[in-house]
């Protein structure tokens, strides 16, 4: 545990002076007692000593120790809703995704899982569609409304290519409608040999941040095989890092690869994980490897978990304050019912 004002803990030595203190006062009243004729007359004006006689002041003491700890301002890791207001989901509609290794196959698997992932995420949370292949399109713009988002995954028409860089800007670029993320001026306006890096002249200028660093917004990536086209995947990535967005990565499917077939051609796809291990690294995110239609369940019920709540550090001296208040309720409740004053 962190303390925002650690100096105040010496302020913790004034309870051991307190208990001194009450030791002192009971042996004095002791000590007061002997004096009389009989022991009898003392009990019955001061009651029968019994270990109940101790229980307020304990109480008591608790209290102010409580909120001495909460003077010194403590920070605790703890569990929190979060606050993400939107997610993205880019999801990969080439036509690898008609591969039947995950049944019924990839791209069937995929929809069924994202919209029982959409089922589990808190109503408040928006959620935006990116489909990409050899291009990307937005199918639907964030959104509250989990019908919409279940009809646009339902519409998903296959497509050649594999453009997993144009998915993270699109979906950058929906995040950030007045950024001036063109995708267009990205994929096809630069000369040979200038970097990604540099801002395109439509661009707004910005102020990189930490990766990771931007709350209210994350990205799911879901794909089968490696980038073919567009944009450069790890320079997309770099694109979100810089704008602290966490892109969270799914790989679908076999690592080795398999060969599939559709209108008289064959194509070997194979899962590019180093990149996708790579993309969440970069941006703070997690990479997930689904197999089978069950890991990709389980991989958005993982997902949805992590997206509706979030560990943070975080001040805790109202909850101590609380208990100290409720230590005082109970030690004053306590001295009332058996003695019938607070003391």
């Known amino acids: 545990m962190n303390f925002h004002w650690p100096a105040m803990l010496w302020l913790l030595l004034l309870p051991?002076?307190?208990?001194?203190?009450?030791?002192?006062?009971?042996?004095?009243?002791?000590?007061?007692a002997l004096r009389y004729a009989s022991l009898g007359l003392v009990r019955q004006a001061m009651g029968v000593a019994s270990w109940r006689r101790h229980v307020p002041p304990v109480l008591f003491l608790l209290a102010i120790t409580a909120l001495l700890l909460a003077?010194?301002?403590p920070l605790a890791v703890i569990t929190l809703p979060t606050q993400q207001e939107t997610i993205m989901l880019a999801m990969d509609v080439s036509g690898s995704m008609r591969a039947a290794d995950v049944q019924p196959n990839r791209l069937v698997a995929s929809q069924n899982a994202a919209k029982a992932f959409l089922t589990e995420l808190p109503r408040n949370v928006k959620v935006g569609i990116v489909a990409f292949a050899g291009s990307a399109q937005v199918a639907q713009i964030p959104t509250h409304n989990r019908e919409d988002l279940a009809s646009a995954i339902d519409r998903f028409q296959l497509q050649r290519g594999t453009a997993i860089g144009n998915g993270i800007v699109l979906s950058l670029a929906t995040l950030f409608p007045d950024a001036g993320i063109d995708i267009g001026n990205l994929t096809y306006g630069r000369q040979r040999g200038v970097s990604i890096d540099q801002p395109a002249p439509t661009a707004k200028e910005f102020t990189p941040v930490a990766p990771g660093s931007y709350g209210p917004a994350a990205i799911i990536l879901l794909t089968d095989g490696q980038r073919t086209t567009g944009i450069d995947s790890l320079d997309a990535a770099k694109m979100a890092a810089d704008r602290g967005v966490r892109v969270y990565t799914v790989g679908v499917g076999t690592v080795n690869g398999e060969t599939i077939g559709f209108e008289g051609w064959s194509m070997h796809v194979r899962l590019d994980e180093e990149t996708l291990k790579a993309i969440a690294?970069?941006?703070?995110?997690?990479?997930?490897?689904?197999?089978?239609?069950?890991?990709?369940?389980?991989v958005y019920e993982t997902l949805s978990s992590r997206l509706s709540v979030e560990k943070k550090e975080t001040e805790v001296s109202a909850l101590l304050a609380l208990l100290a208040a409720l230590f005082m309720l109970i030690g004053a409740g306590l001295s009332m019912f058996w003695y019938h004053r607070v003391a």
Do not use: C, I, M, S
């Open 281 to 298: 690294h970069r941006t703070q995110g997690e990479y997930f490897h689904a197999a089978t239609a069950e890991d990709l369940k389980k």
């Open 71 to 73: 003077a010194a301002r």
């Open 16 to 32: 051991p002076l307190l208990v001194l203190l009450y030791l002192w006062l009971l042996r004095r009243r002791n000590k007061v």
